[in-house]
Structures are given as C-alpha cells and as structure tokens.
C-alpha cells in the first residue's frame, strides 16, 4: 500500500476508518516514498511517527595502542552492530582482517606491507564512520639468518616488517647500536649487517622513528670484555679482564695489548688478570682476547711513563745532572719531566730515549715528586729531596734601597757573621754585612742593599755555596 500523504482525515467514511486501523494494528507501518515510517490513529487522524536516525559507531578505546602488522587490536564501542555484515576496520586506510565482531566490540588484524609509524583506526558500517584511534605500527623481526649464534664480524640477515627507511632507523646487538646508514642494506622488510664490535650479549632490535620494536634472543659465541680494570698503568700493571665466553681454561686463548701479546696470570669462562707489553712507547691501545671463537671486543688501555731509578740518587741540587730509567717515557709531543712544580720540555734535556731520560735538575724546581709525562699525561711519581736552598716567598716583592724584605723558603742554613759562602744577592748586587737582619733555614730578613738597577731583578739565596731559586723583586 503506498500513502501519498503523511497524514490525513478519516471522517468520510467508518469502514474507511476501521479498515486503515486494521491495517495498522496488523501491519504497523506504510511505505510512504520508498521509506518506512511507522503511524499512529490519534482521533480522527492517522500521522506518521518519525523514526530518529541511527548514530554512527563510537569507538571508546583501543588496546594494545601499539603493535606490529598481525597484532589483534581489540576496540570497544557502541554502534558496530551484532554482525558485521558490510562493517570493516581500517587501519590507515587500509582494511584490517576481522577476527570477531560484536555490537560493542571487535577484534581487528592490521594486515600488509606497513611503514612503521603512528596510524588512525576507523570502524565503519552502514552508518558511516566512527571517530579514530591512533595505532602505532612498530618494527617486527621475524627471522635472523644463517643463525641466532652470532661473532663479532659475522653478516646477518634479518626480515620482518615495518622496518622502515627514514630517520630514527637502528639496529641493535644486545647495547651495541649502529645506524641504518652502518647496514650493508636496509629496507621496509629486509636488513644485511655485519655485527658490530660493539655488541653485547642479549637480545636484536629493530627501531624506527626512535621506537624499538620486538627483541629477538641470539647468542654472542665470540669472546666479549665487558670491563678492565684499571684503565691505565705501565707494563707490569696487572690488569683484570671482566666478561663471558672466555672458555674456563686457557687452551691456545691470549690477550693482546696493541697487537702484542701480554702475560697471563689467571684465565677463567669470565675473568683474565693480565700484564706486561714489552717496551710499548706510550698512549693508548686496544686490550683484546683471543680464542678458538676469534677476537673480542676491545677496552682501551693507557700506558704510562714508568719512572724505575734515579741516579746518582734522589737527593738533589738545582744544576745537578740526573738520569731517569724506566720505560714507556715516548718521543713524541706532550714529554716533559718534572721537579716538583717545575716543569721542562724533552727539548730541554740532555738526551731523552723511550727508556732514558739525562736532564739538569732546573732552577723552576720545588720540593716534592719527580714525573715524566708523555702525550700530556703524567706517569708514576718519585718522591726525591731539594738539597739547594729553596726560596718559596718574599714580602714585600718591591720597594727602593733600604727597603727591609723577608725572605721564606727552606735549606738557607745558618750564616755566621760575614760568612763569604752564604749570602743573598738582588739583581746581582750582594746585601751588605749590617744589612742582615735574620738568618735561619726557613727564613731571612735583610734590606735592598744601594746599587740594584731600577726594575725586575732576580733574587737569591747562596747558602754554603749552593745557589737557591729565582724570584723577582721589583726595584725602584
């Protein structure tokens, strides 16, 4: 029955009344212009109840939020409807398979070869589509090939999905990390590299934009030092070797120190005490171990100069010629020897050889330790003894003939009364007899004797003969 009109008048006739009133008791409803309404009889009047319009679907969650292709995402909402029917899931565009469908909620599948990244999910069905939820797509490793057993050096090839090939993309080896632009190649599905001395045990990862996705366990079958400690000495330091894959005993292992291999003094699955290299020049070098697995990763070890003897002795005066012996004292820039606070330049001694240094002890001199450095980088110290006497301060540092100035150090001595071999001299000029105030062996006191040149001038200390140190006075 079609109705041209939404509602109209019933008076002309009962049976016409009654007879629409059957049919809407029986029927309930008339098609009117292709659409079904539902009526009401209300008096005389048979009128159309509007029907409201269905809402579209309504996501309200997601979970999990982020996956690889093939992760189950369930979404809970209203308005899916019971049964799918023409209903899907898109995720980025693209339709995800349905694994179950119910009017609140369903269970979707991304499927495809996906970028990794973040993407909207949408739920449509007959009644248009829902508001979206963002899933990230993240990096997942399905294979590592020939094997999970890997070496330092060893290629691998490693597929999966969402790989990616913009930034952020890395690959890693338990804590060792490389950059997609390390790789032999890289693409959405595929990686070739080699694995890096930088690995550690543990797991493989894939990131993309910063995000790491699933881990895959393999095994690093190649010895691996983890620590060594210390980090610097000379070549008899006993150095102690911490990691795995060692073997539990020795066998045909080695450790290497720049190439060359040391001493060992216990082996063990994972620990090595180590020492001595021969006569290595000094710096930096790569500590490694050896096995039937191949090389480990290498820890950096510093050698050092190594003061051994000085000789005549350790007691010393500022002029007197020393030899140091020892080893590792180098021949390249940053070589210095010190006395005390006073430095000098290889260029400045006698002769310098990796293991001999022949040097005059320098007026800059100060009580304390003797070093040798080498690359800028002080080896061990050796206590020796200032026998000259030392000038430390004077008060004031200035001032005109007459001026009394006090003098502190240490070795001055004692100086009986006109004493010819003990004296203190302003720019050469000798104070005179009366102008001795004190003397004792940490301190003098005397006045600016008549005739020092206006300016600078160096002042010193003779004690029984032997000069003392430098320090500049200002004459006026």
């Given at each position: 029955?079609?109705?041209?009109?939404?509602?109209?008048s019933?008076?002309?006739?009962?049976?016409?009344?009654?007879?629409?009133v059957?049919?809407?008791?029986?029927?309930?409803?008339?098609?009117?212009?292709?659409?079904t309404k539902?009526?009401?009889?209300?008096?005389?009047?048979?009128?159309?109840i509007e029907e409201?319009?269905q809402?579209?679907p309504?996501?309200?969650?997601?979970?999990?939020?982020?996956?690889?292709?093939?992760?189950?995402?369930?979404?809970?909402?209203?308005?899916?409807?019971?049964?799918?029917?023409?209903?899907?899931?898109?995720?980025?565009?693209?339709?995800?398979?349905?694994?179950?469908?119910?009017?609140?909620?369903?269970?979707?599948?991304p499927?495809?070869?996906?970028?990794?990244?973040?993407?909207?999910?949408?739920?449509?069905?007959?009644?248009?589509?829902?508001?979206?939820?963002n899933?990230a797509?993240?990096?997942?490793?399905?294979?590592?090939?020939?094997?999970?057993?890997?070496?330092?050096?060893?290629?691998?090839?490693?597929?999966?999905?969402?790989?990616g090939?913009?930034?952020?993309?890395?690959?890693?080896?338990?804590?060792?990390?490389i950059?997609?632009?390390?790789?032999?190649?890289?693409?959405?599905?595929?990686?070739?590299?080699?694995v890096?001395?930088?690995a550690?045990?543990?797991?493989?990862?894939?990131?993309?934009?910063?995000i790491?996705?699933?881990?895959?366990?393999?095994?690093?079958?190649?010895?691996?030092?983890?620590?060594?400690?210390?980090?610097?000495?000379?070549?008899?330091?006993n150095?102690?070797i911490?990691?795995?894959?060692?073997h539990?005993?020795?066998?045909?292992?080695?450790?290497?120190?720049?190439?060359?291999?040391?001493?060992?003094t216990s082996?063990?699955?994972?620990?090595?005490?180590?020492?001595?290299?021969?006569?290595?020049?000094?710096g930096?070098?790569?500590?490694?171990?050896?096995?039937?697995?191949?090389?480990?990763?290498?820890?950096?070890?510093?050698?050092?100069?190594?003061?051994d003897?000085?000789?005549?002795?350790?007691?010393?005066r500022f002029?007197?010629?020393?030899?140091?012996?020892?080893?590792?004292?180098?021949?390249?820039?940053?070589?210095?020897?010190?006395?005390?606070?006073?430095?000098?330049?290889?260029?400045?001694?006698?002769?310098?050889?990796?293991?001999?240094?022949?040097?005059?002890?320098?007026?800059?001199?100060?009580?304390?330790?003797?070093?040798?450095?080498?690359?800028?980088?002080?080896?061990?110290?050796?206590?020796?003894?200032?026998?000259?006497?030392y000038?430390?301060?004077?008060?004031?540092?200035?001032?005109?003939?007459?001026?009394?100035?006090?003098?502190?150090?240490e070795?001055?001595?004692?100086?009986?009364?006109n004493?010819?071999d003990?004296?203190?001299?302003?720019?050469?000029?000798?104070?005179?007899?009366a102008?001795?105030?004190?003397?004792?062996?940490?301190?003098?006191?005397v006045?600016?004797?008549?005739?020092?040149?206006?300016?600078?001038?160096?002042?010193?200390?003779t004690?029984?003969?032997?000069?003392s140190?430098?320090?500049?006075?200002?004459?006026?």
């Amino acid at each position: 029955m079609r109705v041209a009109l939404e509602s109209f008048s019933c008076q002309r006739s009962r049976t016409l009344v009654k007879a629409v009133v059957v049919i809407f008791l029986v029927v309930n409803s008339l098609l009117v212009f292709g659409q079904t309404k539902e009526y009401i009889y209300v008096g005389d009047r048979l009128s159309v109840i509007e029907e409201t319009p269905q809402a579209p679907p309504s996501i309200s969650s997601i979970s999990p939020t982020s996956g690889n292709v093939g992760t189950d995402i369930t979404i809970t909402g209203t308005g899916f409807h019971a049964i799918q029917g023409t209903g899907k899931v898109r995720v980025g565009g693209s339709d995800a398979f349905i694994v179950s469908w119910s009017e609140t909620q369903i269970v979707a599948r991304p499927v495809g070869n996906y970028e990794p990244g973040t993407y909207t999910l949408v739920v449509e069905t007959d009644q248009g589509p829902s508001n979206s939820k963002n899933f990230a797509i993240l990096p997942q490793i399905d294979t590592i090939a020939p094997s999970t057993s890997l070496r330092f050096g060893a290629r691998v090839t490693i597929t999966g999905r969402s790989f990616g090939t913009t930034s952020g993309t890395q690959l890693k080896f338990g804590n060792g990390v490389i950059n997609r632009s390390s790789c032999i190649s890289w693409t959405n599905i595929q990686i070739v590299a080699d694995v890096p001395w930088t690995a550690t045990p543990g797991t493989i990862a894939v990131s993309a934009n910063w995000i790491w996705g699933n881990s895959v366990d393999y095994t690093l079958l190649s010895p691996h030092i983890s620590s060594s400690s210390p980090t610097s000495g000379n070549t008899d330091t006993n150095i102690t070797i911490t990691g795995a894959g060692f073997h539990a005993t020795q066998g045909n292992g080695q450790v290497s120190l720049g190439g060359l291999q040391v001493a060992v003094t216990s082996w063990s699955d994972t620990q090595i005490v180590a020492h001595g290299a021969g006569n290595c020049e000094p710096g930096t070098y790569a500590l490694v171990v050896e096995t039937d697995q191949g090389p480990s990763n290498s820890k950096n070890f510093a050698i050092l100069p190594q003061i051994d003897t000085i000789a005549p002795s350790t007691s010393l005066r500022f002029g007197a010629r020393v030899t140091i012996t020892g080893r590792s004292f180098g021949t390249t820039s940053g070589t210095q020897v010190k006395f005390g606070n006073g430095v000098i330049g290889r260029g400045s001694c006698v002769s310098w050889t990796n293991t001999q240094i022949v040097v005059d002890v320098p007026s800059t001199a100060t009580p304390g330790t003797m070093a040798v450095s080498a690359d800028w980088i002080w080896g061990n110290s050796v206590n020796y003894t200032l026998l000259s006497p030392y000038v430390s301060s004077i008060s004031p540092a200035y001032g005109p003939a007459g001026t009394q100035v006090t003098i502190t150090g240490e070795n001055f001595g004692t100086r009986p009364a006109n004493d010819p071999d003990s004296y203190v001299t302003f720019g050469g000029v000798a104070v005179q007899e009366a102008d001795y105030l004190q003397w004792t062996t940490t301190g003098i006191s005397v006045r600016v004797p008549p005739g020092v040149p206006v300016g600078s001038v160096e002042l010193r200390v003779t004690a029984d003969m032997y000069p003392s140190n430098p320090k500049s006075f200002s004459a006026q």
